[in-house]
């Protein structure tokens, strides 16, 4: 039995819809119920008019109702008869279950019988919305959210699973059914994105049999595009089998990372950590494939304000994700630092975190405290004397320059930069000479550097 469009609604069935639709553009909506439960006892399978009787309902019911019972336990509501003539006849079923909703449109139990007829009746997309009303009025019950899940798990529609796993998880954040659903289903819908299916993949497989010991022996490192593609894939076929094999999904993140995939590599790394039980290296790759995919979002949206600086709206669209993203980047960086608060480097995100969103006090002791790695202590140094000069401590910005410029031989790019920031603090200071000293060791090997050539040479008078 398909389901029933507008369009072929029965001449006299469609004007009692139309005048239905009048009656909610009047905002009477009680009429309107009215109108469409008949319009419905005609043409059950009429989906939209289904879903405009319930947002009437709801204007005149309000919202969900509590949960009757003593002491706010659930009773019974007794449906039973309901219940049992959905199993006899589901088509029958249908006006019986909607002259109760009238009274309670979220109703959990009623909404589940409605699941149970349009599921017998084949009817998947009104199926659905029975139970996504219940997730929208009553999004603390997890079975039957659960329910809703797996129906969209069994048809294949990922995507939606994974956004009810979410829910579920928002109200009940120990439920480790839907935490790991949640993160089976992100990957599957990912693939199913990239256009992977289970069917494609198991052919891929097969041509390739009898390979399984080359493949299982080859570099995860030094691939060529195509060739980590073709691993790639035979990863997913191995993934679509057992979602819950830690080494399989640790290889399809670590080749989605080569790849550049930073959606997918976030995905798989996140799975990885939920399997393994805590990797932290797992959890960290995780934490910066999800930057990856912010900063690529950031560079296409100012790609994109940069097409249109005359379109207020994108420029403002990115002002608000700059300033979203600065606040983001310091939640990340203080949870990393909670989860390992003896490590440099979150040490030093944090606090570079703090500094691009302007909370220099904050930055520093992060900083300081990021010192203590010395393959990074460089890098520290320099974003240390610039959050000194933000908060106007000139010599001692200078000073966290100069004992960097101690750890730095060769003329490589740190160099030049902490060098060039000293020279424009001493410039700042009034220190001619201190300035023109730092901008000459940069001049003397990169004539290009930004405008040190005109810097140098002015000096000169010429």
């Not at 239905?20 to 469409?36: D, E």
């Not at 419905?40 to 509590?66: H, M, N, S, Y």
């Not at 009104?126 to 997730?135: C, G, H, K, P, V």
């Not at 041509?207 to 010991?213: E, T």
């Amino acid at each position: 039995m398909p389901e029933t469009s507008e369009s072929e609604l029965a001449p006299n069935v469609k004007a009692l819809w139309l005048k239905a639709l009048s009656a909610v553009q009047t905002n009477n909506h009680g009429y309107a119920v009215k109108l469409i439960q008949t319009v419905l006892k005609d043409a059950p399978t009429f989906l939209e008019g289904r879903q405009v009787l319930r947002k009437c309902e709801i204007v005149v019911c309000g919202g969900p109702k509590k949960k009757s019972g003593f002491l706010g336990m659930k009773t019974g509501g007794g449906f039973g008869k309901i219940a049992s003539q959905v199993k006899k006849d589901a088509v029958a079923a249908l006006p019986m279950i909607e002259e109760e909703l009238e009274k309670d449109p979220f109703n959990p139990e009623l909404n589940d019988h409605l699941f149970e007829a349009f599921n017998a009746l084949g009817l998947l997309d009104s199926a659905a919305f029975a139970l996504e009303t219940i997730r929208k009025g009553h999004p603390e019950e997890a079975k039957l959210l659960h329910k809703l899940a797996e129906f969209y798990l069994g048809h294949e529609q990922f995507q939606k699973a994974a956004e009810v796993y979410r829910d579920i998880i928002k109200h009940h954040p120990a439920d480790g059914t839907a935490i790991k659903g949640e993160k089976d289903c992100t990957a599957r819908a990912s693939m199913q994105k990239g256009g992977w299916s289970e069917q494609a993949d198991m052919k891929s497989l097969m041509r390739h049999q009898g390979q399984s010991a080359e493949l299982e022996a080859q570099s995860k490192s030094g691939l060529t595009k195509d060739q980590l593609e073709d691993r790639r894939d035979r990863l997913i076929a191995k993934y679509n089998e057992d979602a819950n094999q830690l080494s399989v999904v640790k290889d399809l993140a670590n080749i989605f990372e080569q790849l550049e995939d930073w959606a997918n590599a976030h995905t798989f790394y996140s799975w990885g950590f939920t399997l393994s039980n805590g990797d932290v290296a797992l959890q960290a790759k995780a934490g910066q494939m999800h930057d990856k995919v912010q900063e690529q979002h950031m560079k296409e949206l100012e790609a994109r304000a940069a097409s249109n600086p005359d379109d207020p709206e994108v420029q403002a669209m990115l002002a608000e994700r700059k300033a979203a993203r600065i606040a983001e980047a310091v939640e990340e960086a203080k949870r990393r630092v909670d989860q390992n608060p003896t490590d440099p480097v979150s040490r030093y995100e944090l606090g570079q975190a703090y500094f691009n969103a302007g909370d220099y006090s904050n930055a520093i002791p992060h900083l300081q405290q990021a010192k203590r790695n010395p393959h990074i202590q460089s890098k520290v140094l320099l974003l240390l004397g610039l959050t000194f000069k933000a908060k106007g401590m000139l010599d001692m910005a200078v000073k966290q320059l100069s004992d960097a410029l101690g750890d730095l031989v060769g003329m490589d790019n740190t160099k030049k930069e902490v060098l060039y920031e000293k020279g424009l603090i001493h410039e700042a200071m009034g220190d001619q000479a201190g300035a023109l000293e730092a901008f000459k060791q940069i001049y003397e090997v990169d004539y290009g550097y930004r405008d040190v050539a005109q810097r140098v040479e002015s000096s000169y008078g010429g």
